[in-house]
């Protein structure tokens, strides 16, 4: 059977142009100069389909097969990595030199000769907890990569000591007691209401793990922690089996139907939850951080007034274009004793929110998200959301203070992540691969930028002179905890 091309749409092309590459470049060109105390390894999620689609129809980013991308960065040094995360679903299509799964996240659409075999693609959250790389996808359980080679060790359920078939790709880990707080939505399987809670603990093994039953069979992308509490955000995207078994979509936004905060203790038990309920039709994908504030609990969350993703809302058969969601950084005022949520705007619309790792869980002062910035420029189509951002935000959240990094109309920025600095008086810097537009193509480059001055722009650039795939998010690991996993 001849080779299928990939669907000519935005999916498969200009930034989204799949590179199906495994690369290895040491000794980048370094413009300007890296801090020393800049040392370890920025690690990224990018989808990057090895394959077209098995349907011939278009699909949509998040289908990719997972791609782990590591600079690693040492004396100013720089070296780039990507290997494929070696998962059965990728090993399944690459002895069959095509694709056999079918439409996302719909079993039931795949062919016949994978039934059974793991769909996750682990192209979400490069997550790092007690001396282990994790590739995670809320779809499944995460795959363990090392974290030197970056060849794939093997799906990871702690040894058999995990029951839920699903890991999200957002955990939480406190920055005092170095413990993992994760869970799983369609614990049981496609389209169920049961969400498990789990703890891992400073050493890596599982604590804890318990199941509660959700309001509904909802997306669960993100959730918070604070000192005292785990919050559980349900949003009116909903999964039915029925509708799946009919060939359908996995996710329908539901507009009329209300959201739901589920919180509980967070070393408490599940029966000790509390549902609140919120707004309807809203909807968020990311939490920026949450805190205990005399009796009451903060929650600052990417909030808009629908499904952010397109193929979603068309799924759902909501019209709108992208320009018209309304969306903002806002905070949730959470009092528990009156079960009521109140809410105010901080800031202007973004996602992808990032805070310094010492902040998680606790009161804090700033943080950083980008967004799409019409005023910068027309948009340049890519991941999910099909626009690109072009604006970098830093955010002090209490008191509304704001800074921007505009990019222009020819740059896209990724997720930052945040590297500090051993001076207490130093905000640290922030890495973020930044996209360009060059002739009928794309050129990226790792930008290097003062967190508490973005808007001077980078201090250092790196030219990265291959394709590069928008990631999804991305870690950062200090070079001591690297040599003492390598150690291990």
């Given at each position: ?29 370094v ?24 349907l ?28 494929y ?30 039934a ?76 169920s ?5 789990f ?62 905060i ?80 109140t ?26 998200y ?21 604006t ?5 959240p ?23 600095s ?66 291990a």
């Open positions: 059977m001849a080779a299928r091309a990939f669907p000519p749409s935005l999916h498969y092309q200009g930034l989204n142009a799949p590179v199906r590459m495994e690369i290895d470049i040491r000794d980048l060109p413009e300007g100069e890296i801090p020393a105390e800049i040392a370890g390894a920025f690690f990224r999620a990018v989808p990057d389909p090895a394959h077209p689609p098995m011939g129809e278009d699909d949509n980013v998040l289908s990719g097969d997972g791609m782990v991308g590591r600079f690693l960065i040492e004396d100013g040094h720089v070296d780039y990595t990507t290997r995360v070696r998962t059965e679903r990728f090993e399944a299509e690459r002895k069959a030199r095509r694709s056999l799964f079918g439409k996302y996240r719909n079993p039931f659409t795949d062919d016949p000769s994978v059974g075999v793991d769909r996750t693609v682990a192209n979400t959250t490069p997550i790092w907890h007690a001396g282990r790389l994790y590739m995670t996808k809320e779809d499944g359980r995460a795959y363990r990569v090392d974290p030197i080679t970056l060849e794939t060790i093997g799906r990871w359920d702690w040894n058999g000591a995990l029951k839920s078939e699903t890991m999200t790709a957002h955990a939480r880990i406190d920055p005092e007691t170095n413990e993992m707080f994760a869970y799983g939505y369609e614990a049981a399987g496609l389209a209401r049961q969400i498990a809670y703890i891992v603990g400073p050493d890596g093994e599982l604590q804890s793990e318990q199941w509660f039953e959700a309001p509904y069979a909802a997306m669960v992308h993100d959730f918070a922690i604070t000192e005292k509490f785990a919050i559980f955000p349900l949003f009116p995207t909903t999964a039915d089996l029925d509708r799946l078994k009919a060939g359908g979509a996995h996710w329908v936004h539901q507009q009329d139907a209300p959201s739901w589920g919180i509980m203790p967070r070393y408490g038990k599940v029966d000790e939850m509390v549902w609140i309920e919120g707004p309807a039709g809203v909807h968020a994908y990311h939490f920026m951080n949450a805190f205990d504030d005399n009796g009451a609990i903060q929650i600052d969350v990417c909030l808009s007034d629908t499904n952010a993703f397109p193929f979603i809302r068309s799924a759902s058969g909501i019209d709108r274009h992208q320009s018209t969601v309304r969306s903002s950084l806002s905070r949730w005022t959470i009092d528990l004793e009156a079960k009521a949520i809410e105010r705007v901080v800031g202007p619309p973004g996602d992808l929110p990032m805070i310094e790792r010492k902040d998680q869980a606790r009161p804090y002062g700033h943080g950083w980008i967004t799409y910035d019409p005023n910068q420029g027309p948009p340049i189509p890519a991941g999910p959301v099909e626009t690109a951002c072009n970098l935000f830093r955010i002090e209490g008191n509304g203070r704001l800074e921007a990094l505009g990019l222009g109309p020819t740059r896209a920025i990724n997720e930052p992540v945040h590297v500090p051993s001076d207490p008086g130093h905000g640290g810097w922030l890495l973020a691969v930044v996209d360009e537009r060059a002739g009928d193509g794309f050129k990226s480059a790792l930008w290097v930028i003062e967190a508490s001055d973005i808007a001077k722009g980078p201090i250092a650039t790196v030219p990265v002179p291959v394709p590069m795939r928008p990631q999804v998010h991305g870690w950062w690991v200090p070079q001591a905890e690297l040599e003492a996993a390598a150690r």
